[in-house]
C-alpha cells in the first residue's frame, strides 16, 4: 500500500525566508501529486497538482517539483510571509487517479 | 463554478447513538466522492470513496458506511457511534478522467462524548 512521508513535521522561519517542504513516497506508480493547504478547523486547499509526466508546477510564489522515480517531492516557497502560516499536505493518486493517499503534513509558522 | 456543501458544520453526539454526515456537490455531473476523517494530530485517512451512484468503495473496515443515492450527494452514516468516531470529517469531489484534481468541502467537526 502506498505510503505518504513528510518531512519536517513542524517548521518555523522568520518572514522572508525561502524554505522548501519534503513529500516522500513509496510506490512510484503514481497518477499525479498533490500539494494542499489547511488552516485550522477548516478544509483543505488545492495549491498546486502535477501529472505524473511533468516534473514541476508554479502558482506565484510556489514551486512545485517531481521526481517520480525516486517517490519524491518538494514545495518551494518563496520569501515567505504570516499568511503562508498553515499546513501543507501532499497527496498522491493511485495509478487509475480514483485513490488519494496523504501524508501527515508540515506545520509551518511564519514568524513576522 | 463547481462548490461542494458539508453539513453540519459541528456535531457533538453520545456513544451509541447514530449519525448522519451529508455532502453535496454543485456545478458538474458523474463526479468521484470521498470521504476522509482526520483525527487530532494524525493525517487524512481514506474512508469511503464512490465512482458512480451505488458504488462505493470502503478503505478501512470501520463502524461506518457510505451511500450515494444521487449522483451528486455522499453521505456518511452509522448506526451507532463510538468515542473513536471522533474527529474531523472531510468529503472531497474529483472529476473523473485527467488530471483528476481532488477538491474538499468545509469539512465535519465530530465529538463524541
Known amino acids: 500500500k502506498q505510503e505518504v512521508t513528510q518531512i519536517p513535521a513542524a517548521l518555523s522561519v522568520p518572514e522572508g525566508e525561502n524554505l522548501v517542504l519534503n513529500c516522500s513516497f513509496t510506490d512510484s506508480a503514481i497518477y499525479n501529486l498533490q500539494w494542499f493547504r489547511q488552516d485550522p478547523g477548516k478544509g483543505l486547499t488545492s495549491l498546486l497538482l502535477i501529472q505524473s509526466s511533468q516534473r514541476e508546477q508554479t502558482s506565484g510564489r510556489l514551486n512545485a517539483s517531481l521526481d517520480k522515480s525516486s517517490g519524491r517531492s518538494t514545495l518551494y516557497i518563496a520569501a515567505s510571509q504570516p499568511g503562508d502560516s498553515a499546513t501543507y499536505l501532499c497527496a498522491v493518486s493511485s495509478d487509475t487517479g480514483n485513490q488519494f493517499y496523504f501524508g501527515t503534513g508540515t506545520s509551518l509558522t511564519v514568524i513576522p | 463554478s463547481q462548490t461542494i456543501h458539508q453539513w453540519p458544520a459541528t456535531l457533538v453526539q453520545p456513544v451509541g447513538s447514530p449519525l448522519s454526515l451529508e455532502c453535496t456537490v454543485e456545478g458538474t455531473s458523474n463526479p468521484n466522492l470521498y470521504w476522509y476523517r482526520q483525527a487530532a494530530g494524525r493525517g487524512l485517512q481514506l474512508l469511503f470513496y464512490?465512482?458512480?451512484?451505488?458504488?462505493i468503495s470502503s478503505e478501512v473496515p470501520q463502524n461506518l458506511s457510505a451511500s450515494r443515492p444521487q449522483d451528486r450527494q455522499f453521505i456518511l452514516s452509522s448506526k451507532k457511534l463510538l468515542l473513536s468516531d471522533s474527529g474531523f470529517y472531510l468529503c472531497a469531489w474529483s472529476v473523473i478522467g485527467d488530471p483528476y484534481e481532488q477538491y474538499f468541502g468545509p469539512g465535519t467537526r465530530l465529538t463524541v462524548t
Open positions: 464512490s465512482v458512480g451512484i451505488g458504488q
